[in-house]
């Protein structure tokens, strides 16, 4: 086949396991819930500059990631769907993007195919698409300013030269300054590879302008009508991030180290076993040293700084897809059994498990259908290395047929454990289902996203210590947020607890029963319903 209609059909595969069963579990604490209920906040309100986490503003990240996701709910409605729906198509627009950045750079569109499908296999964007962050988007714009920039290096048109500073100033919007470290480092060493046909001009202020306009425009409207908002993000929100456990997500140094090996299998394991054998494509003035240092630098400086979470890192594995797909391309026939160990032995152990998994006591629900579709893979994967397809391209295609697979499966496990995977959609059903989303809803000594959300309105949330309840409440302009937040700590507020209960409320329980002391209340009620780590009382 030719290898843009192979292309074409590959995207319709991924877009089809992305989008299909995306939205048959409710959002999942922490991130994924938090960034779905600021989005809905900020769409029920129509503030779309001021993001609000449960009745509290919360200046976290520039709006970007909230503005689209609150445009999902406007098109399919407050639900997992509309929250997700962009982010798969920010994974899709990615795909396109290393596709089309391979053939840029190597001009090979069976090379640029396999990038795009190795780059899918990752693990981490399997991960990037079912958990609504700002790193998705982060990555599309990083990738989307690399291409252009080469593009522009590669053409000397300018308007490549305004789609490179249009997308990092989207990428400010989705993360910060964050969006320039892959970018920036891959540029630096790959200009050695490539004169540039521009000389400085009146573009380039033109262009960096437009950048600026855009990228500050988020931080002088905030900044104007309260200073110290700049000094909150540049300090807390960025540098301390950097240097501080400011969010509790310290991790040690070797995190990255470690974990980005195994959020990049089977094909990081091919990567280490080609950089051996190709070596002497990695000298410092060739495309291959560029991308390997856009992939090596950013992952050091990630290890470096204080704040870790996985996700941080997805950037980087664009340009490694494509790192891995060109070596790969190049290495000889006979070294192929190796590949093919690594990418039959990953894939057999996901299989395995899909197998062994609904006959084991796990606690988790796992469909014996899973089982039999796991068995059918296994026999496809069979016939493609007994058929005469190109010796290549079998490892390829296995990888693809696996994370098909694993996509659909894991969204299915995702559904059918909603409660034990940390997604509160059966316990928001329920009290939608028995008429009690009129009432005050209580939720106590935790924060719950996923709640507000489920119910698509406000909750209270009960204060006692729980250190996710501490708000940073510096930058509101009144006391309406205390009707939202009680510290049962303080006695003027405990007091108002008393009023708020006086009629019929709702009050959920996370994992602990309420103290000793807060009987009283539990005694409000005359109905209790327990669902796993959850107890309703009403």
């Given at each position: 086949m030719?290898s843009k209609?192979?292309f074409?059909?590959f995207?319709?595969?991924?877009?089809?396991s992305?989008?299909?069963?995306?939205?048959?579990?409710?959002?999942?604490?922490?991130?994924?819930?938090?960034?779905a209920?600021?989005?809905?906040?900020?769409?029920?309100s129509?503030?779309?500059?001021?993001?609000?986490?449960l009745?509290?503003?919360?200046?976290?990240k520039?709006?970007?990631t909230?503005?689209i996701?609150?445009?999902?709910?406007?098109i399919?409605?407050?639900?997992?769907?509309?929250?997700r729906?962009?982010?798969?198509l920010?994974?899709?627009?990615?795909?396109?993007?290393?596709y089309?950045?391979s053939?840029?750079?190597?001009n090979?569109?069976?090379?640029a195919?396999?990038?795009?499908?190795?780059?899918?296999?990752?693990?981490?964007?399997l991960?990037?698409?079912?958990?609504?962050?700002?790193?998705?988007?982060?990555a599309?714009?990083?990738?989307?300013?690399?291409?252009?920039?080469?593009?522009?290096?590669?053409?000397?048109?300018?308007?490549w030269l305004?789609?490179?500073t249009?997308?990092?100033?989207?990428?400010?919007?989705?993360?910060?300054?964050?969006i320039?470290?892959v970018?920036?480092?891959f540029?630096?060493?790959y200009?050695?590879?490539?004169?540039?046909k521009r000389?400085?001009s009146?573009h380039?202020?033109?262009?960096w302008s437009?950048?600026?306009?855009i990228?500050?425009?988020?931080?002088?409207?905030?900044g104007?009508?309260?200073p110290s908002f700049?000094?909150?993000?540049l300090?807390?929100?960025?540098?301390?991030?950097?240097?501080?456990?400011?969010?509790?997500r310290?991790?040690?140094?070797?995190?990255?180290?470690?974990?980005?090996?195994?959020?990049?299998?089977?094909w990081?394991?091919?990567f280490?076993?080609?950089?051996?054998d190709?070596?002497?494509l990695?000298?410092?003035?060739?495309i291959?040293?560029a991308?390997l240092?856009?992939?090596v630098?950013?992952l050091?400086f990630?290890?470096?700084?204080?704040?870790?979470?996985?996700?941080?890192?997805?950037?980087?594995?664009?340009?490694?897809?494509?790192?891995?797909?060109?070596?790969?391309?190049?290495i000889?026939?006979e070294?192929?059994k190796?590949?093919n160990?690594?990418i039959?032995?990953?894939?057999?152990?996901?299989?395995l498990?899909f197998?062994i998994?609904?006959?084991i006591?796990?606690?988790?629900?796992?469909p014996?259908y899973?089982a039999?579709?796991?068995?059918l893979?296994?026999?496809m994967?069979?016939l493609?290395?007994?058929s005469?397809?190109?010796?290549?391209?079998?490892?390829i295609?296995?990888?693809?047929?696996?994370?098909?697979?694993?996509?659909?499966?894991?969204?299915?496990?995702?559904?059918?454990?909603?409660?034990?995977v940390n997604?509160?959609?059966?316990?928001t059903?329920f009290?939608?289902?028995?008429g009690?989303?009129?009432?005050?809803?209580?939720?106590?000594?935790i924060?719950?996203?996923?709640?507000?959300?489920g119910?698509?309105?406000?909750?209270?949330s009960?204060?006692?210590?729980h250190?996710?309840?501490?708000?940073?409440?510096?930058?509101?302009?009144?006391?309406?947020w205390?009707?939202?937040?009680?510290n049962?700590?303080?006695?003027?507020?405990?007091?108002?607890?008393?009023?708020i209960?006086?009629?019929?409320?709702?009050?959920l329980l996370?994992k602990k029963?309420?103290p000793?002391?807060?009987?009283?209340?539990a005694e409000?009620?005359?109905?209790?319903?327990?669902?796993?780590?959850?107890?309703?009382?009403y």
């Amino acid at each position: 086949m030719k290898s843009k209609l192979s292309f074409n059909i590959f995207l319709i595969i991924a877009a089809f396991s992305l989008l299909i069963n995306v939205g048959s579990y409710g959002v999942i604490e922490s991130s994924d819930a938090r960034y779905a209920e600021i989005s809905r906040a900020m769409y029920e309100s129509g503030d779309y500059m001021h993001p609000n986490l449960l009745d509290v503003h919360h200046y976290h990240k520039p709006p970007f990631t909230y503005q689209i996701t609150a445009l999902g709910y406007k098109i399919f409605g407050v639900n997992a769907f509309g929250a997700r729906f962009f982010l798969q198509l920010a994974i899709i627009l990615q795909l396109i993007l290393v596709y089309r950045l391979s053939i840029l750079l190597f001009n090979n569109k069976k090379t640029a195919l396999w990038s795009a499908i190795i780059y899918f296999s990752f693990p981490l964007v399997l991960m990037s698409s079912r958990n609504l962050t700002t790193d998705a988007f982060l990555a599309t714009f990083a990738l989307l300013s690399i291409y252009s920039w080469v593009r522009y290096r590669k053409s000397g048109i300018f308007k490549w030269l305004y789609a490179f500073t249009l997308s990092l100033a989207l990428g400010f919007l989705s993360k910060g300054p964050v969006i320039f470290i892959v970018p920036i480092i891959f540029i630096l060493f790959y200009n050695r590879t490539e004169e540039a046909k521009r000389s400085f001009s009146i573009h380039h202020i033109a262009a960096w302008s437009l950048f600026l306009v855009i990228s500050a425009s988020w931080f002088v409207y905030l900044g104007y009508n309260n200073p110290s908002f700049l000094d909150y993000f540049l300090g807390k929100q960025t540098a301390d991030r950097f240097s501080k456990n400011a969010f509790g997500r310290t991790e040690p140094f070797w995190y990255f180290l470690a974990f980005a090996p195994l959020v990049g299998l089977p094909w990081f394991l091919a990567f280490i076993y080609l950089l051996k054998d190709q070596k002497e494509l990695l000298k410092t003035k060739t495309i291959h040293f560029a991308m390997l240092m856009a992939f090596v630098i950013p992952l050091i400086f990630f290890s470096i700084s204080s704040s870790k979470r996985i996700l941080y890192i997805l950037p980087l594995y664009g340009l490694l897809a494509i790192l891995i797909a060109d070596l790969f391309s190049r290495i000889k026939t006979e070294k192929i059994k190796t590949i093919n160990g690594f990418i039959l032995g990953f894939s057999g152990l996901i299989l395995l498990t899909f197998i062994i998994a609904p006959f084991i006591n796990t606690g988790m629900n796992f469909p014996y259908y899973l089982a039999a579709a796991s068995l059918l893979v296994v026999v496809m994967i069979f016939l493609l290395y007994k058929s005469k397809e190109e010796i290549k391209f079998k490892p390829i295609l296995t990888s693809l047929i696996v994370t098909v697979f694993l996509l659909i499966g894991a969204s299915t496990i995702l559904a059918k454990n909603e409660l034990k995977v940390n997604a509160s959609k059966p316990v928001t059903d329920f009290i939608i289902n028995e008429g009690l989303n009129s009432r005050d809803v209580l939720v106590y000594n935790i924060r719950k996203s996923s709640i507000a959300f489920g119910l698509n309105k406000s909750i209270i949330s009960l204060y006692n210590g729980h250190s996710s309840l501490n708000r940073e409440t510096q930058f509101e302009t009144d006391l309406n947020w205390k009707k939202h937040l009680i510290n049962l700590k303080n006695p003027t507020e405990l007091e108002s607890l008393h009023q708020i209960v006086a009629k019929p409320t709702v009050l959920l329980l996370y994992k602990k029963q309420l103290p000793e002391k807060l009987n009283w209340l539990a005694e409000k009620y005359t109905h209790k319903k327990v669902m796993e780590k959850w107890t309703i009382l009403y």
